[in-house]
């Protein structure tokens, strides 16, 4: 085994992600199948760091932390809002039809 | 310190297949759990094993912000949502084509083995620096990452505050409520309730002074009738209310008026 | 103090050197920035009712600021804040086409007058639609000026995008410019449900696809060492092996770019969030996103990649093809003008896409014409989209718009100039743009794809004469829908992308030779 075995788990673990955004039905899920995509993605650049022997590789994958926290936010935003109008939906059919 | 390594030490060996077999066995347990709760459990197992490799990747620091902001903060704000939304939903927010499953699992099966098979082949001999001489540079890991954060990187640094800045605002204002109607207070609320002339207390429960208390009798009251408020809507609805016969009803006027003793 | 003291804390001064960065070359992204935090204070800040007017002054004036500014810098050329942001040619052209349209835009999502309800979006995206809230809101007038911070934030992050020069950089505008947008195309103030669902949509795809970018661009790094776009193609050039990482790396970064600019297989997205999106935002994010997009594209293909064009180039010529055959006759089978529109924009895609794939300054010039022509058709197509409504809200169904030049004559020529020029024909913007992307692939041995690109063509121009015959050549019915007159905002939003729209194709020269003192990508 050498460094590169990193890189092929997260070779592994981005194509596993990219299959539950494909299968997976619930937006949830889905959004947490493109984490585990973002993961993969910084696990190679932190193995890539090593083997490269500079730091840019781990300031990239820091950089990546901060982008997934802002926008795991308002995805989950979105879904929570989309899931409070479609209670309301199913429940006041005629205000739905109205506009 | 910069010699090229191309094999790793044993007890890196023993981290690296533990927790590439539980980050692999946690991906696939998200994807293939069928509740949402569930699969949030296993991404959160596998972050858990990829701050670990981090750390055996010389990248300490990393490892340990990928516990606080995913494991910590990311993973925790999805089981709070999935609290929200009501854990067993499983209600599908996207539009489901026929065959589309089957075609999914082959593309995503074919990418994964062309990744696979061309990194694994690209990276055989690829040597190894090691970040030794990187983290020396400036004294450390965290102060080599601080350094490179603040010179070359600088400028994306400060546009993450765009990001976080949209983030939260984004989130305030999906989810804000402004309110223009007074909040009615406790005192308010009774008021009402009383006002409105319907029953203000508790009703009557069912079989009180009664030989039964299955809900569908009603409680007899101290003057020897029955009360129709003790015997819930539906089953009056139904016709299905119990009618007593008189011998209960002389019981508890007996009771009530002491002669039965 | 003791000698080790003091020799650690003359290493750790010597150690850190502040970064240089030319902040007057990057002005025009701190203006907007700048507008942008000031913009959340004032949403803070001001009372309820002075916030409108505040905002609209905000994101006007710094909008006509940086627009001063990036013409101020022509001629600029440099790489600045340790080489993140290249400020060139290339940039500056598409910093100024994306700030004019972006005003536009800025325009159309300041109507109030069209939707007697008040503007585009909801009074407030939180309460329940339909809701007692609601109604409430609607009643007291509320509006959601929260949309203006989001608007600025998105520019910048477009200006960013665009004059990036390293991978990450790329990936953090990429990031800064979307997430407002998804935002926004989830607050529409009619039909919210499906402007919900269209946020969600565009943010998963989107997601999805910034994820591939990213393993995209670590696999690149993995090959090199650097996420400069720079010293990636040095390394390419110098060095040998590794070639599948680098082959995947390409393919998983076009990936993430071909999402954002709605090339085929990548454009699912397109029809839902163009459908369910606030109009106004629609067309914004119809054209700046293009422009953007294209330009990331752009400087990826030729600054970073270009040493290996007969690598990508192939994979390329496919998905232009494709792109512009599936995204003209799907058009076809259209009966939502929104949607249609979003297949045209895919069509559109194709087209721009021949520019790229032409590798040369002329395939490059020919791309940016084709870019900024089409950014002010789309908006202006918007634009009129906006005023045309009946009693629920906009009239998005082709059947009402049937005989709409005999109620409406003035919109309705209006409407079909743009169509016209969307189709390609002569004295129009587009026929300008397409002439000059064909012309750049025949000049790089792409002839057939040119063939390809004529037939997709004809094609597109059967649907985008089909609204035309619609709205003149059929008697009005009690569905057809009326034009509302908008306010001066809409006005002159669409009178400046008409203007534009008839300039670039009777008068192309000005544009054209700004494009070439403009140049090629700073290397």
Redesign the interface.
Same mark, same amino acid.
Do not use: C, H, N, W
């Given at each position: 085994m050498n460094p590169s075995s990193y890189v092929v788990l997260s070779a592994l673990l981005f194509s596993i992600g990219a299959i539950g955004v494909l299968v997976r039905r619930n937006a949830i899920v889905v959004f947490m199948s493109v984490e585990l995509m973002l993961n993969a993605a910084n696990l190679a650049f932190v193995s890539f760091a090593r083997m490269n022997g500079n730091l840019d590789g781990q300031v990239v994958a820091f950089f990546v932390m901060v982008v997934a926290a802002a926008e795991v936010v308002v995805g989950l935003a979105i879904i929570v809002t989309i899931f409070r109008t479609r209670r309301s939906a199913s429940i006041d059919e005629p205000n739905l039809l109205k506009y | 310190m910069t010699d090229t390594v191309t094999d790793v030490n044993t007890g890196e060996q023993v981290v690296f297949w533990v927790c590439a077999i539980l980050a692999v066995a946690g991906a696939l347990g998200m994807v293939l759990s069928r509740k949402a709760v569930h699969s949030a459990l296993w991404v959160a197992l596998t972050m858990i094993n990829l701050a670990i490799l981090y750390i055996a990747n010389s990248a300490p620091f990393l490892g340990m912000v990928q516990v606080i902001v995913y494991t910590g903060a990311v993973m925790m704000l999805f089981l709070f949502v999935l609290m929200v939304v009501g854990v067993d939903a499983s209600d599908s927010l996207i539009e489901t084509i026929k065959g589309q499953r089957l075609a999914a699992i082959l593309l995503g099966l074919g990418l994964g083995i062309l990744l696979v098979w061309g990194i694994g082949s690209g990276l055989v001999a690829s040597p190894t620096v090691g970040l030794d001489a990187a983290n020396d540079a400036y004294g450390g890991n965290v102060e080599g990452i601080a350094n490179l954060i603040f010179t070359r990187y600088l400028l994306v640094f400060e546009l993450t505050s765009a990001l976080l800045i949209t983030a939260a605002m984004g989130a305030m204002v999906l989810s804000h409520r402004d309110r223009w109607k007074e909040v009615a207070s406790q005192r308010d609320l009774s008021i009402a309730r009383f006002r409105s002339g319907v029953h203000p207390g508790n009703l009557p429960n069912p079989g009180v002074y009664a030989r039964h208390n299955a809900v569908d009798t009603p409680a007899i009251l101290p003057d020897g009738g029955t009360s129709d408020l003790s015997v819930p809507q539906p089953v009056r609805a139904r016709g299905d209310e119990r009618t007593l016969d008189q011998v209960d009803i002389d019981e508890v006027r007996q009771i009530t008026e002491g002669s039965g003793e | 103090m003791s000698p080790l003291l003091a020799s650690?804390g003359a290493?750790?001064e010597t +150690?850190?050197?502040?970064?240089s960065?030319n902040y007057y070359a =990057?002005a025009p992204i701190l203006i907007l920035?700048g507008a942008?935090?000031v913009s959340?204070l004032v949403?803070a800040f001001v009372p309820q009712r002075g916030r409108r007017p505040v905002q609209l002054v905000i994101v006007v004036g710094s909008i006509v600021a940086a627009l001063a500014v990036t013409i101020d810098l022509r001629g600029t050329r440099l790489v600045t %804040?340790? %080489?993140? =942001?290249a400020v060139d040619g290339p940039t500056l052209l598409m910093w100024g086409a994306l700030l004019v349209i972006g005003l536009l835009g800025a325009l159309l999502m300041a109507e109030r007058s069209i939707d007697p309800l008040g503007d585009a979006f909801a009074p407030? +995206?939180?309460? &329940?639609?339909?809701?007692e809230?609601e109604q409430?809101?609607t009643r007291?007038g !509320?509006l $959601?000026t929260?949309v203006w911070?989001?608007l600025l !934030?998105a520019l910048?992050?477009m200006l960013?995008f665009v004059a990036s020069n390293d991978l @990450?950089?790329m990936?953090?505008?990429l990031?800064?410019m979307s *997430?407002?947008l998804?935002?926004l195309a989830?607050?529409a103030r009619?039909?919210? *449900?499906l402007s $919900?669902?269209a946020? &969600?949509?565009y !943010? @998963?795809l989107g997601?999805?696809s910034s994820? !591939?970018f @990213?393993?995209g661009? +670590?696999?690149l790094?993995?090959f090199s %060492?650097?996420?400069s776009l720079v010293a990636i193609s040095d390394t390419l050039s110098a060095k040998t092996?590794?070639?599948? @990482?680098v +082959? =995947?790396g390409i393919a998983l970064l076009m990936v993430g770019l071909l999402f954002k600019v709605a090339a085929v297989p990548f454009h699912q997205w397109t029809p839902d969030v163009y459908q369910g999106a606030p109009t106004p935002v629609t067309g914004f994010m119809a054209a700046t996103v293009k422009i953007a997009a294209f330009g990331a594209l752009l400087r990826v293909l030729y600054v970073s990649l270009g040493g290996l064009r007969w690598d990508w180039e192939p994979m390329l010529w496919i998905i232009a093809a494709l792109t512009m055959l599936v995204g003209s006759v799907v058009a076809i089978t259209q009966t939502d003008i929104k949607r249609m529109l979003a297949y045209s924009s895919i069509a559109q895609a194709g087209f721009i896409l021949v520019g790229v794939v032409a590798a040369s300054p002329q395939g490059l010039a020919s791309a940016l014409f084709y870019l900024v022509a089409y950014a002010f058709t789309t908006i202006g197509t918007f634009a009129v989209i906006t005023m045309v409504r009946d009693a629920? %809200?906009e009239a998005t169904h082709l059947s009402k718009w049937a005989g709409l030049g005999k109620k409406s004559p003035v919109v309705a020529a209006v409407f079909s100039l743009f169509m016209l020029s969307l189709a390609g024909i002569p004295l129009t913007s587009g026929f300008v743009g397409k002439f000059g992307v064909f012309a750049a692939a025949i000049d790089s041995g792409n002839t057939w794809l040119v063939i390809v690109g004529v037939v997709a063509s004809v094609i597109a121009a059967f649907f985008y004469v089909r609204v035309i015959v619609l709205m003149y050549f059929s008697d009005p019915t009690p569905d057809t829908a009326s034009v509302v007159i908008p306010s001066a905002f809409t006005t002159i939003a669409l009178t400046a992308s008409a203007v534009m729209t008839i300039a670039l194709g009777v008068f192309p020269q000005w544009l054209l030779d700004i494009i070439t003192q403009a140049g090629v990508f700073i290397r």
């Open positions: - | - | 650690v290493e750790t +150690a850190f050197t502040m970064p960065i =990057i920035f942008a935090v959340v949403e %804040g340790e %080489g993140a =942001i407030r +995206a939180s309460a &329940l639609p339909g809701s809230d409430e809101f007291r !509320f $959601q929260e911070p989001f !934030f910048t992050g960013v @990450l950089v990936f953090v505008a990031e800064v *997430l407002p998804y935002l989830g607050m009619r039909r919210r *449900l $919900q669902e946020a &969600l949509k !943010f @998963l997601a999805f994820a !591939f @990213l393993y661009a +670590a696999m790094y993995g %060492g650097s996420v092996g590794e070639g599948s @990482l +082959a =995947i629920s %809200g």
